[in-house]
């Protein structure tokens, strides 16, 4: 093969078939051993000559346009990738040096180290195959979520020769980026595309192999503009129908029997505002259904939750039955308070007002328990514009979720988006209402992870065998959380 595309061994792995486990890859070394955390975490994806069974969508998205403009290229298990005299190698980036959100607020908080996701991903450059193909000329191109944080390390991409690294939508550009690396040209070190240059839908081919645990894209984009983001920067497209019908198919012929619908707001699907289009998100979710067993969502919003909640009860109907008992979604609360809500994120809570966000919250979690939609929530702790009455607005609506059936994920917040400017939040930084807030989280998150996990893991007979050791891991926070006197 003449291109190989490949990531860090955090990445290539299914977590189980459980994508929230893939958090655990930000975490740093911690009271479990390396190998048993591992195990748990980010177990080795199933592969077959070196061609992994499921890979990150992203790669699969590049691999399948590098097939579409005929070149010979395919994504292989990092340990595998000298087995292929490539004279390119595509390397897909998420967290690359572990200043991501999760990893920056557990790297913060529990002082042991670097995180897993960056020790992997050096870990890539430091081994036998990267520098054997380096060695016989190969070419380094790097791209995804997480290029941005080559900009604040640029020796890293001269120690290891990381010929280009590519940060933006690359739909357009793999097909002559390539070839002229194929071709031993000179590549250009960081190329940078603005939102208005993103892929139109027909420029993004569907992919032509299996994608972790199923997911798929439907659409790209958010119109919430939430000046801490770099996805509402980019254009807003939906993907037809027949265009996720075929990535279904594409998962189900390699085996799959589960999907992630990917979107910014899954309840947004179709809808040019931020009005939920009913009709739309049903017929969705019933298009995945037809073909898979298990169908949850990536991410919604609180705000279009509360806007159409028929919507989450009809998709229960849909959703539910004897394979499937709830599903789940990652979801931005954020704060607590209108005022930063305003400052910071101007159309989070529309259609409604700022000032009536947290009560959008309480109502949207009512409709989600009550629908059996469990998910995933985060708070941004250290706002640059976050004020002492802002923390106390969102400690009194944490209060006020005590019966809401989630996660509560406190986050320090990472410079991005059009706050790009500003400095990372650090853990030395804290004051005493956020470590109120943390420790609020903490107690949430306890009491709901021991009977989340009770649903998390029953789908499966394998569940079954791995269940205690989560149930392990919880008791060990537990038991540290004790230890420090913020459990009772
Ligand atoms: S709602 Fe989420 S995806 Fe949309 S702009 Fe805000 S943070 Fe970004």
Not at 121 to 126: A, N
Not at 301 to 315: G, L
Not at 319 to 327: A, M, V
């Given at each position: 093969?003449?291109?190989?595309?490949?990531?860090d061994?955090?990445?290539?792995?299914?977590?189980?078939?459980?994508?929230?486990l893939?958090?655990?890859t930000?975490?740093?070394?911690?009271?479990?051993?390396?190998?048993?955390?591992?195990?748990?975490?980010?177990p080795?994806?199933?592969?077959?000559?070196?061609?992994?069974?499921?890979?990150?969508?992203?790669?699969?998205?590049?691999?399948?346009?590098?097939i579409?403009?005929g070149i010979?290229?395919?994504?292989?298990y990092?340990?595998?990738i000298a087995?292929?005299?490539?004279?390119?190698?595509?390397?897909?980036?998420?967290?690359?040096?572990?200043?991501g959100?999760?990893s920056?607020?557990?790297?913060?908080?529990?002082?042991?180290?670097m995180?897993?996701?960056a020790?992997?991903?050096?870990?890539?450059?430091?081994?036998?195959?990267?520098?054997k193909?380096?060695?016989?000329?190969?070419k380094?191109?790097?791209?995804?979520?997480?290029?941005?944080?080559?900009?604040?390390?640029?020796e890293?991409?001269?120690?290891?020769?990381?010929?280009c690294?590519?940060?933006?939508?690359?739909?357009?550009?793999?097909?002559?980026?390539?070839?002229?690396?194929?071709?031993?040209?000179?590549?250009?070190?960081y190329?940078?595309?603005?939102?208005?240059?993103?892929?139109?839908?027909?420029?993004?081919?569907?992919?032509?192999?299996a994608?972790v645990?199923?997911?798929?894209?439907?659409?790209?984009?958010?119109?919430?503009?939430?000046?801490?983001?770099?996805?509402?920067?980019?254009?807003?497209r939906?993907?037809?129908?027949?265009?996720?019908?075929?990535?279904?198919l594409?998962?189900k012929?390699?085996?799959?029997?589960?999907?992630?619908?990917?979107?910014?707001?899954?309840?947004?699907?179709?809808?040019?505002?931020?009005?939920?289009?009913?009709?739309?998100?049903?017929?969705l979710?019933?298009?995945?259904?037809?073909?898979?067993k298990?169908?949850?969502w990536?991410?919604?919003?609180?705000?279009a939750?509360?806007?159409?909640?028929?919507?989450?009860?009809?998709?229960?109907?849909?959703?539910i039955?004897?394979?499937?008992?709830w599903?789940?979604?990652?979801?931005?609360?954020?704060?607590?308070?209108?005022?930063?809500?305003?400052?910071?994120?101007?159309?989070?809570?529309?259609?409604?007002?700022?000032?009536?966000?947290?009560?959008?919250?309480?109502?949207?979690?009512?409709?989600?328990t009550?629908?059996?939609?469990?998910?995933?929530?985060?708070?941004?702790?250290?706002?640059?514009?976050?004020?002492?009455?802002?923390?106390i607005?969102t400690?009194?609506?944490m209060?006020?979720?005590?019966d809401?059936k989630?996660?509560?994920?406190?986050?320090f917040?990472?410079?991005?988006?059009k706050?790009?400017?500003?400095?990372?939040?650090?853990?030395?930084?804290?004051?005493?209402?956020?470590?109120?807030?943390?420790?609020?989280?903490?107690q949430?998150?306890?009491?709901?992870?021991?009977?989340?996990a009770?649903?998390?893991?029953?789908?499966?007979?394998?569940?079954?065998?791995?269940?205690?050791?989560?149930?392990?891991f919880i008791?060990?926070?537990?038991?540290?959380?004790?230890?420090?006197?913020?459990?009772?």
């Amino acid at each position: 093969m003449e291109v190989v595309l490949t990531a860090d061994k955090t990445l290539m792995s299914n977590h189980h078939g459980k994508e929230f486990l893939g958090f655990g890859t930000s975490a740093p070394p911690n009271w479990l051993p390396e190998w048993l955390f591992r195990y748990l975490f980010f177990p080795r994806i199933k592969s077959n000559n070196g061609f992994p069974w499921q890979a990150p969508y992203g790669l699969r998205k590049i691999e399948a346009k590098l097939i579409d403009a005929g070149i010979d290229a395919g994504v292989v298990y990092p340990d595998d990738i000298a087995n292929h005299n490539a004279k390119v190698i595509g390397i897909y980036v998420m967290d690359p040096f572990g200043w991501g959100p999760s990893s920056t607020t557990f790297a913060g908080i529990m002082k042991t180290g670097m995180p897993y996701n960056a020790k992997y991903f050096e870990l890539l450059f430091k081994s036998n195959a990267y520098k054997k193909l380096k060695k016989q000329g190969a070419k380094t191109i790097i791209g995804g979520p997480g290029v941005w944080q080559f900009k604040y390390n640029m020796e890293f991409a001269s120690r290891y020769k990381i010929d280009c690294i590519y940060d933006g939508e690359a739909e357009k550009d793999v097909p002559w980026l390539f070839k002229n690396a194929l071709d031993g040209k000179e590549l250009p070190q960081y190329i940078e595309k603005m939102p208005k240059e993103a892929p139109s839908l027909d420029e993004i081919p569907e992919i032509k192999k299996a994608s972790v645990n199923g997911l798929i894209e439907i659409g790209r984009g958010c119109p919430r503009g939430c000046k801490f983001c770099t996805v509402t920067l980019r254009p807003l497209r939906w993907y037809p129908y027949e265009k996720i019908e075929k990535e279904l198919l594409v998962n189900k012929k390699y085996g799959l029997d589960a999907t992630i619908l990917h979107g910014e707001d899954v309840m947004l699907y179709g809808s040019s505002n931020v009005i939920p289009d009913e009709e739309k998100v049903l017929k969705l979710n019933e298009i995945a259904k037809k073909y898979m067993k298990n169908v949850t969502w990536s991410h919604a919003s609180f705000a279009a939750v509360a806007t159409k909640p028929k919507i989450i009860e009809k998709v229960a109907e849909v959703i539910i039955d004897e394979n499937q008992k709830w599903w789940g979604a990652e979801m931005g609360i954020e704060t607590g308070s209108p005022e930063l809500v305003k400052k910071a994120m101007p159309a989070k809570a529309k259609p409604f007002k700022p000032k009536e966000y947290p009560e959008i919250v309480k109502q949207a979690a009512g409709v989600m328990t009550d629908a059996g939609m469990i998910p995933a929530c985060t708070l941004i702790v250290g706002l640059p514009q976050e004020t002492d009455d802002d923390v106390i607005k969102t400690i009194e609506l944490m209060d006020d979720l005590k019966d809401f059936k989630s996660l509560i994920v406190p986050l320090f917040f990472v410079p991005m988006g059009k706050l790009k400017n500003k400095d990372w939040f650090r853990e030395e930084q804290m004051n005493e209402l956020q470590k109120e807030l943390l420790i609020k989280c903490l107690q949430h998150d306890i009491k709901w992870a021991k009977n989340i996990a009770n649903e998390y893991f029953q789908e499966r007979k394998k569940d079954i065998l791995i269940k205690p050791l989560y149930h392990l891991f919880i008791k060990i926070i537990e038991w540290q959380g004790k230890k420090k006197k913020v459990l009772e």
